[in-house]
């Protein structure tokens, strides 16, 4: 399997469990609601940093 479709299969899930996350500790109330809202920052995080991967690469290559 190439780097692309690693990295393709990678973000895809990395959104998926984000927007889950996401979703479940918005419905979520009390102390429950800490952890989900964790993690769907840690994915906002995570791909935010990727998007500035590319575009730092991006420049260097041009």
């Known amino acids: 399997m190439s780097d692309r479709i690693r990295m393709s299969i ?3 899930v ?3 469990v984000t927007a ?6 918005l419905t979520t109330e009390g102390t429950k ?9 840690l994915g906002v ?3 935010v940093m990727w998007m500035i991967g590319v575009r730092s690469k991006a420049r ?3």
């Open 10 to 12: 990678f973000l895809s």
């Open 14 to 16: 990395v959104v998926v």
């Open 33 to 41: 609601k800490a952890l989900p809202l964790i993690l769907a920052a």
């Open 60 to 62: 260097r290559s041009s």
């Open 20 to 25: 889950l996350a996401l979703l479940q500790g």
């Open 45 to 47: 995080a995570s791909l």
